[in-house]
């Protein structure tokens, strides 16, 4: 898999970045942003954000993140 770097920023990418980003803007993406630049975008919080990301995962119900045991 190759690497994916933030499109704003720079930054190397984890998943549940480049998860997030097709879930907010666009599963067709082609290119991301950080969690970082992904709030300054939307004029959030960064930990707003990551709070996302943690309901999605203890949901299940999105196939972009992985499923918590």
């Not at 630049?37 to 972009?64: D, F, M, P, W």
Request: charged share 30%.
């Amino acid at each position: 898999m190759t690497d994916h770097l933030c499109k704003s920023c720079g930054s190397k990418l984890a998943s549940d970045e480049i998860a997030l980003h097709m879930k907010l803007f666009s599963r067709a993406a082609k290119e991301f942003m950080c969690l970082d630049c992904q709030a300054a975008y939307l004029k959030v919080k960064r930990s707003q954000l990551e709070e996302v990301i943690e309901r999605y995962h203890k949901s299940g119900t999105c196939v972009l993140f992985a499923k918590y045991e």
